[in-house]
């Protein structure tokens, strides 16, 4: 029921370039994205991380240009993690996630 409406919300707003703009004027905070590419009704891990305005994925190629969608294609984001800037191979970087798909679409939320 909660990945319906996560890909309902997703198909009213753009989420990742929603979160890429928030991301640009909050420098040293990296959020992590987890969730799945729909493929052949076949589920794929989904990973991208947003650093200083820009996406990337660790698992799938990407979109560069910015007038179009980052993922092409059908996809879930299950899961969002908060990071402080410069990450380190410790965790105290760590500062918080959430499931809610809207959570860090607030500012006061990557804080």
């Known amino acids: 029921m909660e990945e319906t409406l ?3 919300k997703m198909a009213k707003i753009d989420l ?3 979160l890429e703009k928030i991301s640009s004027e909050i420098p040293d905070k990296i959020l ?3 969730g799945f590419i729909l493929k052949e009704n076949q589920k794929e891990k989904l990973e991208i991380l947003i650093f200083r305005g820009y ?3 660790t ?3 990407i979109e560069i240009d910015s007038e179009k969608k980052v993922i092409a294609l059908t996809y879930v984001i299950t899961n969002f993690k908060l990071y402080k800037a410069p990450l380190k191979e410790t ?3 760590f500062i918080k996630e959430n499931q809610n798909s809207v959570f ?3 500012r006061k ?3």
């Open 6 to 8: 996560a890909s309902q």
């Open 16 to 18: 990742i370039n929603s």
């Open 32 to 34: 992590k994205l987890e």
């Open 55 to 57: 996406s990337s994925s």
């Open 59 to 61: 698992t799938h190629p």
């Open 91 to 93: 965790e105290e970087n």
């Open 104 to 106: 860090f679409l607030n």
């Open 109 to 111: 939320n990557w804080i």
